[in-house]
């Protein structure tokens, strides 16, 4: 079993940067994939970003191509945390994010993501 707790959401202005932080305990963090998702109002939740784990890829990333370039998810294995760096916010980043972790290959799906946080809200406004 993974807990994951996000944290650092919050209200920034169009153009500004926030840092996400997935705190996890339980199972050993190095060897579970790492994803952010969001979801928006009236949306489906979607793929932002996914970091492998340490024994599958080194730790390789993918994102999504709405947040390339502007987003960097990374971790720290010795802290158990996973994060995602926000910068340029646009107003269609706003979306409740969520943390979700799974053994394995990272995916875009976030059905096959055994693990998740309660999730953390972002408002960007105009």
Sequence with gaps: QVQLVES???VVQAGGS???SCAASGR???NVAVAWFRQAPGKEREFVAAISAISWSSGSAYYADSVKGRFTI???NAKNTGY???NSL???DTAV???AARSGGYYSDPGVYDYWGQGTQVT???
Excluded: A, I, N
Aim: charged residues 20%; positive net charge.
């Design 90 to 92: 646009k107003p269609e």
């Design 8 to 10: 650092g959401g919050g």
């Design 74 to 76: 990374s971790r720290d």
């Design 84 to 86: 995602l760096q926000m």
């Design 97 to 99: 994010y969520y943390c």
């Design 124 to 126: 960007v406004s105009s």
């Design 28 to 30: 050993t963090f190095s």
């Design 18 to 20: 926030l840092r996400l």
